[in-house]
Nanobody
């Protein structure tokens, strides 16, 4: 069974940095995309950044120049380096991946979410 496990959230002051990690495990055949979404209280979940085939990246306009998504193929892991954090970045961050596995076919999987709070 494919699972995504996130880590790295926490409390940080404005202007600070955090690094999120998301590791995929299970009977993985291929990872097509891995991405990060976030959901703030009272708001819809939004795409933050996505990486395709662990190479091609795309970002929401609100985080361009501040966040960097990267992937490690060997570890089936994606990272989100978040710099120059702002209070409006406060949200629960979710990892999402489109994965083909040996026993489950191709599906979209979600992590459990990790809280990021930017506050002084």
């Amino acid at each position: 069974q494919v699972q995504l496990v996130e880590s790295g959230g926490g409390l940080v002051q404005p202007g600070g940095s955090l690094r999120l990690s998301c590791a995929a495990s299970g009977s993985i055949f291929n990872i097509y995309t891995m991405g990060w979404y976030r959901q703030a209280p009272g708001k819809q979940r939004e795409l933050v950044a996505i990486i395709t085939s662990m190479i091609t990246t795309s970002y929401a306009d609100s985080v361009k120049g501040r966040f960097t998504i990267s992937g490690d193929n060997a570890k089936n892991t994606v990272y989100l380096q978040m710099n120059s954090l702002k209070p409006e970045d406060t949200a629960v961050y979710y990892c999402e991946a489109r994965i083909s596995s040996w026993y489950e076919g191709t599906n979209d999987y979600w992590g459990q979410g990790t809280q990021v709070t930017v506050s002084s």
